[in-house]
């Protein structure tokens, strides 16, 4: 378990959607549903990789696009889990 910053949690996400989506690049701004690059399943499985990278506990009401929708809400959400 590591100290969440914004590359640490970035890069977490970038590994992800490289495994699931090989050869696709994504910005901080990438919409990743909306592209298909996350659905149910997959946001399900991100969220278990940051709980067990970063020592974060993601409610189920927090399964929310506000926090999943794109690289950087996700890095937000992470980062102030843990500093709050």
């Known amino acids: 378990m590591s ?4 590359a640490s949690v970035a890069q977490v996400v970038d590994t992800f959607v490289a495994a699931r989506s090989p050869g696709i690049a994504i ?6 549903f909306a592209l298909g ?3 149910s399943v ?7 990789a940051l709980e067990d990278g970063f020592d974060i506990t993601v409610a189920d009401a927090e399964l929310v696009p506000a926090n999943f929708a794109s690289r950087d809400q996700i890095v937000r959400y992470v980062v102030g889990k843990r500093a709050g």
Not at 27 to 32: E, F, S, V, Y
Not at 42 to 48: F, M
């Open 3 to 6: 100290e969440p910053d914004a």
């Open 42 to 48: 997959a946001l399900v499985e991100l969220a278990a």
């Open 37 to 39: 690059l996350l659905d």
């Open 27 to 32: 910005a901080g701004d990438t919409q990743l």
